[in-house]
């Protein structure tokens, strides 16, 4: 056999082995598309303008919690960060996001119970639904409220779950403003009565938050004093004076002993519990302020406003840290347990995650299809809750694992 002969053989099975290496290659990064281990890339533009890559939640609190989190945000012009890796989901893992489906209005009010386990929600269809988070089902809906629902809270130690309307009006009258629900006993298992003057009404509250021990049940609402209730007597232990307006926004400090409001006079107040007296007035706004929340040391505090902005305060100070932008006005926050991850919900129903060390947005996810009203985070860091003017509850998940745990 001539040697041209022989050298063209040699070229065209060489070209076949390469040709077979490549359909085996596409094959094997197909399967692991289909698999969900990789995924194909999608481009999104934050409505600030800043190029924000979409991702799963399990993506984006991953990220924002990582060590790496509190770094200074990189140069657009700089390569983007290696993805965090050996996070696959285990076959048993809830899926990214749970749409929990009971409501037939608006939801208000949302809150994790402290162990986890469950999540309360409450809306303008007057109902108040407990939900078994590990299956995303509606355990038990309460007996409904006399109107709509506008906030709820858990009790520290899980027995209680209190709610409130937030439109009661009856001059004269002694009527329930707070209803307190046994979650053992599966019954109501006190209501706060007021009794007010002829010529007022007892607004019930707007917004309501437990002191840290469970004693104190700070309600705050339209006739703008801020009251405190004794949980175990059911009575009102006493008053602030509260806002110039309306009562927004109620948040204890870890310790107990500082209570922060928010108001629709655009003002954040600090409260020494003890004393009663006012500690701070800080003047955060022209517009209302939507939410207040401290970090988990106690050291920040957080608000949202109507201006457009959260800002970040020195709890201790009052000194302004840092103010964060947003195109649509964010009504709830919360922070993550480890204070790692701001999370924020508003008009343009995004679900967003700030690095409150940075101000840096890093995430933002989609699937509310109205505006988010309210936020929650599990207190073991691992899930979201949020409710809105879709109707609707969700649930966002996200495996833990060691690139997020440490």
């Not at 009010?109 to 409450?122: Q, T």
């Not at 809270?153 to 307190?180: H, N, Y």
Request: aromatic share 6%.
């Amino acid at each position: 056999m001539s040697y041209r002969r022989i050298s063209r053989r040699r070229r065209a099975r060489r070209r076949a082995w390469r040709v077979g290496i490549a359909l085996a290659a596409m094959l094997a990064v197909g399967g692991l598309i289909a698999g969900g281990t990789l995924a194909p890339p999608a481009d999104g533009v934050a409505e600030h303008g800043a190029s924000i890559q979409p991702m799963t939640v399990a993506d984006a609190v991953a990220a924002a919690a990582s060590p790496s989190a509190s770094a200074e945000p990189r140069p657009s012009g700089d390569p983007p960060a290696p993805a965090v890796q050996g996070r696959s989901p285990s076959p048993d893992a809830p899926p990214p996001v749970q749409v929990l489906a009971g409501h037939s209005a608006a939801v208000n009010a949302v809150a994790f119970s402290p162990d986890g386990r469950l999540i309360a929600s409450g809306g303008d269809d007057r109902k108040v639904i407990l939900w078994e988070r590990a299956g995303a089902r509606e355990l038990l809906t309460l007996p409904p409220a006399p109107a709509a629902v506008a906030a709820l809270a858990f009790s520290p130690d899980g027995r209680f779950l209190a709610w409130s309307t937030g439109t009661v009006f009856a001059p004269g009258e002694a009527v329930p403003v707070i209803w307190l629900w046994d979650i053992a006993a599966r019954r109501i298992a006190n209501k706060f009565v007021e009794t007010p003057p002829d010529h007022h009404g007892a607004y019930s509250p707007r917004t309501l938050t437990f002191s840290p021990d469970g004693q104190t049940l700070a309600a705050g609402g339209d006739d703008r004093l801020i009251r405190l209730w004794d949980v175990g007597e059911g009575s009102l232990r006493g008053t602030l004076p509260g806002h110039a307006d309306a009562t927004t926004s109620l948040a204890f400090a870890a310790d107990g002993l500082t209570l922060a409001s928010g108001g629709s006079d655009g003002e954040v107040k600090l409260w020494h519990l003890a004393t009663g007296a006012l500690a701070a007035t800080i003047p955060v706004s022209s517009r209302w302020v939507r939410a207040v929340v401290f970090a988990p040391d106690g050291k920040g505090l957080a608000s949202a406003e109507e201006d457009r902005t959260i800002k970040l305060w020195d709890a201790a100070s009052g000194r302004l840290l840092r103010t964060l932008s947003d195109q649509r006005w964010p009504r709830s926050l919360a922070f993550s347990p480890n204070g790692r991850i701001l999370i924020s919900g508003g008009q343009d129903a995004l679900l967003k995650l700030w690095n409150p060390a940075t101000g840096e947005l890093q995430r933002q996810v989609s699937g509310h299809t109205e505006p988010i009203f309210c936020v929650a985070y599990a207190p073991d860091g691992s899930s979201i809750v949020s409710g809105g003017a879709d109707n609707t509850v969700r649930l966002w998940n996200y495996e833990r694992s060691s690139q997020v745990s440490r």
